[in-house]
């Protein structure tokens, strides 16, 4: 463009956003993205990579027996991950954050959003009871993945939650996790396979 002339169109372009799979390059991954499932333990919609000292409980559907959710814990530290079917079309993470947001907020608690190693992320303090009665705030963290038709949503709780050096083993767990989504219909934020 030269001197004179009117950058009125040039400001108009739209940039696009980068391809959902360019955000996840380094995982987590499709089931498509990944030439082998070796090495990893197979939980249904989710298959994870063991961490040495990692214990792991699973959430599973009464009717179905279905694995529904599996939560990683490590030392003080804990991620629980699920997976959700999302449209082909476009990821749902910003709409649930907004959700999940609101709802913590109503609580009486705090939700911030912030960029993190997975991109935007809820950095929220949950409460709750404590023993004696009392109001007690506990941190949490909800980290949350576009993938092609799934979201997968990771919640740090524990050291996790505030120190960004213990979130780190955690969050390579929920990097190297791989989500099979299967091919059959599901409506959008129900639980994959």
């Known amino acids: ?36 499932l070796e090495g990893r333990l197979d939980l249904g919609a989710l298959w994870l990579t063991g961490v040495p000292g990692m214990e792991l409980r699973l959430e599973v559907e ?24 999302a449209p082909r079309s476009e990821g749902i993470w910003e709409d649930i954050r907004t959700e999940i947001a609101a709802s913590i907020t109503s609580q009486g608690g705090t939700a911030d959003k912030t960029s993190g190693p997975l991109g935007m992320e809820l950095r929220a303090q949950m409460p709750g009871q404590g ?50 989504r299967g091919d059959e219909a599901m409506a959008p934020a129900s639980c994959c396979r």
């Open 131 to 180: 023993p004696d009665g009392r109001t007690v705030f506990s941190p949490v963290r909800f980290v949350g993945v576009d993938g092609p038709r799934w979201f997968l949503r990771a919640v740090l709780s524990g050291t996790a939650a505030i120190d960004e050096s213990a979130a780190t083993t955690l969050l390579d767990v929920v990097r190297a996790t791989v989500v099979v």
């Open 62 to 85: 009464e009717e179905s027996q279905n694995v529904v959710g599996v939560t990683a814990v490590l030392g003080e530290s804990a991620v629980q991950l699920q997976a959700f079917a």
């Open 1 to 36: 463009m030269t001197d004179g002339e009117d950058s009125t169109e040039a400001d108009n372009l739209t940039v696009a956003a980068p391809p959902r799979h360019d955000l996840r390059r380094g995982g987590p991954f499709d089931r498509s993205e990944v030439e082998s």
